[in-house]
């Protein structure tokens, strides 16, 4: 099978990490619960994991790392945990609906009220356009760094720089680019970063978390930029505490932690710091070019999103009006091209690319996918369009 | 190593289940997200699990079965996502915080009103005191399965009975039961189950779930019943309904699942189903009692809880006057035994049992343990008390 649908999980992981997730599995006790080798040990690799999470993504320190089931989790966290009753919060046409989805749901309770930066026919926004939807109770803003459908991303250094000229907690869901495109949260001046593990960052599924910025991570409980926590249980420390413990990332994880999945991410960490986030940057862009030169002059082929700005590697297209999905699965079933048809959880950004019933072919590469396997595929799109 | 911390999680776990997550982690794309083979083949496993799940809980099918990170993430989901304000809650002193702190969070929010059911001095509690606490807005019953301390065991299918005498909502937390106890929801009447795959299911951490009775599945949104989602996101469906879908499980999932525990979890529940759970019970049931019978005559030695009654295979006990901590410490370099001391994030349970400064250390015993291990460790705790 030739595996192009990375933008959902990457399917090859390094070996590393299925031998630390096999190691693991063997030798792990339960993180912070015990005073035994196996108990301990288990606490060494999820801090060690939490260093590293927090080295690569510009964090303070490890305690400015929590980890989460996934991606979306970690958005919940974030959002529900931070807005206050009265809030006016700003998020964008790009959004996967595991930012859309916890915002309607506070619109619909009356907690917030809600503004939507538009994007234009190639599903891309322009951050200027952000002053304009500001207003006195405004207090959140949530951006995708790159959008899942179309991989254009969102300049998030500069979205950060008009949040806090107007004060406003800055959130980012990086499930697209964490692991391919470097982030630094201080030096960006994001609040909150939202990762998931088992897309670029090459781990294992089950894995995610938060980083959070200093200004949040130094916010006192009761202040307006004091993260509330979200599950609450136990955590191995502070047993006698009625209430979840405040210390941070004690506040945002409850129960036993994915310890087999940490362990893998540890050392998917590890493979990516060997390779160089920009090495793998780099290959990822050339494949998804040499895919995008080879469709885009094919007779019927449509592709979407705008290919002269910053992006994942990612290339989204329609075949002729023929429903994405039927295309998808000659893809699959024909030659063996694993791809991702339909509406890719971003209502919007459909809205905005006119594809809303076609849905969209997803293409999407990986640092482990070959130059043939992308000739491959070019020369499958080119014959189904040819096939008429 | 002799590993003697079950309860906190299972170290040993089968080969099956090893291989079933590195063949997960070779082969496994996201399930619900594609219509590829590697995206299928994970929706298959992911709703072959939950199959399993439902018939081993005895759940009406598959999709009252949700799947969570842990114990403490479904206990949240149920807890928050079935109270009313203005609610009153009934709990008990045998719980451990994943119920404990979740209705003190909801205490302090002035969201509901709660009592706690008293436990005697052997922390175990009696189901009979319940009717004295139910008040005209009581609506919620929260307890565990078996202490986590203690190993002590509620009799739910009677606390379940005079929940529904009374109208009320039973939550049970299945965290030290699921996998070495029969539970069938339906017949004892649960209405929402809550499991923990790491410990006696003998999966992967990263896994666990609510297994949902029928009376809640059924209930129509809006109602008093209804099972409310807690996060919300991406479900690879119905991607243009801006609220989180209201059917099962899909209501109570986002964004990825933690598909390659999942696929472990699932070889485990094959692995307890071959042996068979009464199997399981009665091994783990006979090397407690070689233990305890080993302990209990030790001049020194105070064993906890109730052996009378029926228990999961947990001896938490004390040593003279000394920290619990530090017994354990000389029983892990000493002796190399892993076991468990301090408060075991059950406060109310120390109270109980007057172990609040003390701790206790917790030996816990699973189906891999073997005879040879509980007399060593008898030995072990022997020589430790009488070398004073």
């Given at each position: 099978?030739?595996?192009?649908?990375?933008?959902?999980t990457t399917l090859k992981k390094p070996e590393s990490v299925i031998d630390a997730v096999v190691s693991a599995l063997r030798t792990m006790g339960?993180s912070?619960?015990?005073?035994?080798?196996s108990?301990?040990a288990t606490?060494?690799t999820v801090?060690e994991t939490?260093?590293?999470?927090?080295?690569?993504?510009?964090?303070?320190?490890?305690?400015?790392?929590?980890f989460?089931?996934?991606?979306?989790?970690?958005?919940?966290?974030?959002?529900?945990?931070?807005?206050?009753?009265?809030?006016?919060?700003?998020?964008?046409?790009?959004?996967?609906?595991?930012?859309?989805?916890?915002?309607?749901?506070?619109?619909?309770?009356?907690?917030?009220?809600?503004?939507?930066?538009?994007?234009?026919?190639?599903?891309?926004?322009?951050?200027?356009?952000?002053?304009?939807?500001?207003?006195?109770?405004?207090?959140?803003?949530?951006?995708?760094?790159?959008?899942?459908?179309?991989?254009?991303?969102?300049?998030?250094?500069?979205?950060?720089?008009?949040?806090?000229?107007?004060?406003?907690?800055?959130?980012?869901?990086?499930?697209?680019?964490?692991?391919?495109?470097?982030?630094?949260?201080?030096?960006?001046?994001?609040?909150?970063?939202?990762?998931?593990g088992h897309?670029?960052l090459l781990g294992p599924q089950g894995t995610g978390?938060?980083?959070?910025?200093?200004?949040?991570?130094?916010?006192?409980?009761?202040?307006?930029?004091?993260?509330?926590?979200?599950?609450?249980?136990?955590?191995?420390?502070?047993?006698?505490?009625?209430?979840?413990?405040?210390?941070?990332?004690?506040?945002?994880?409850?129960?036993?932690l994915n310890g087999h999945g940490i362990a893998g991410l540890d050392a998917a960490l590890d493979f990516?710091?060997?390779?160089?986030?920009?090495?793998?940057?780099?290959?990822?862009?050339?494949?998804?070019?040499?895919?995008?030169?080879?469709?885009?002059?094919?007779?019927?082929?449509?592709?979407?999103?705008?290919?002269?700005?910053?992006?994942?590697?990612?290339?989204?297209?329609?075949?002729?009006?023929?429903?994405?999905?039927?295309?998808?699965?000659?893809?699959?079933?024909?030659?063996?091209?694993?791809?991702?048809?339909?509406?890719?959880?971003?209502?919007?950004?459909?809205?905005?690319?006119?594809?809303?019933?076609?849905?969209?072919?997803?293409?999407?590469?990986?640092?482990?996918?070959?130059?043939?396997?992308?000739?491959?595929?070019?020369?499958?799109?080119?014959?189904?369009?040819?096939?008429?």
């Amino acid at each position: 099978m030739i595996y192009l649908d990375n933008a959902a999980t990457t399917l090859k992981k390094p070996e590393s990490v299925i031998d630390a997730v096999v190691s693991a599995l063997r030798t792990m006790g339960n993180s912070s619960r015990g005073t035994h080798e196996s108990s301990l040990a288990t606490s060494r690799t999820v801090f060690e994991t939490r260093m590293k999470i927090a080295e690569f993504f510009g964090a303070r320190g490890p305690e400015n790392v929590a980890f989460t089931m996934n991606s979306t989790e970690a958005l919940n966290i974030a959002i529900r945990g931070l807005v206050r009753e009265g809030d006016h919060v700003i998020t964008t046409e790009m959004e996967h609906n595991s930012v859309l989805r916890p915002l309607y749901h506070l619109l619909k309770d009356k907690v917030i009220s809600l503004s939507i930066l538009k994007a234009d026919k190639n599903g891309v926004i322009d951050p200027a356009d952000i002053s304009g939807l500001i207003r006195p109770n405004t207090r959140m803003l949530v951006t995708t760094h790159s959008s899942n459908l179309t991989g254009n991303m969102v300049d998030i250094a500069e979205v950060a720089e008009i949040a806090h000229e107007n004060g406003l907690i800055y959130i980012v869901d990086a499930s697209q680019t964490a692991g391919c495109k470097p982030i630094d949260v201080e030096k960006m001046g994001i609040d909150v970063l939202c990762f998931t593990g088992h897309k670029g960052l090459l781990g294992p599924q089950g894995t995610g978390g938060l980083v959070i910025g200093s200004r949040i991570a130094e916010a006192e409980e009761g202040s307006g930029s004091y993260l509330r926590p979200f599950k609450m249980g136990g955590t191995g420390v502070q047993s006698y505490s009625k209430l979840q413990p405040s210390e941070l990332p004690t506040r945002l994880e409850a129960g036993t932690l994915n310890g087999h999945g940490i362990a893998g991410l540890d050392a998917a960490l590890d493979f990516i710091n060997e390779v160089g986030i920009d090495a793998i940057d780099k290959k990822e862009q050339s494949l998804m070019n040499r895919f995008l030169e080879g469709v885009r002059t094919i007779e019927g082929v449509t592709v979407y999103g705008d290919f002269g700005n910053p992006r994942t590697a990612i290339v989204s297209l329609n075949i002729w009006d023929w429903d994405s999905g039927q295309v998808s699965d000659i893809l699959s079933m024909d030659y063996d091209i694993a791809t991702r048809p339909g509406a890719h959880c971003a209502p919007l950004m459909h809205k905005a690319l006119g594809t809303v019933s076609q849905g969209a072919v997803r293409f999407s590469f990986s640092y482990f996918n070959t130059e043939e396997e992308i000739d491959f595929a070019v020369k499958a799109v080119r014959d189904i369009a040819e096939d008429r």
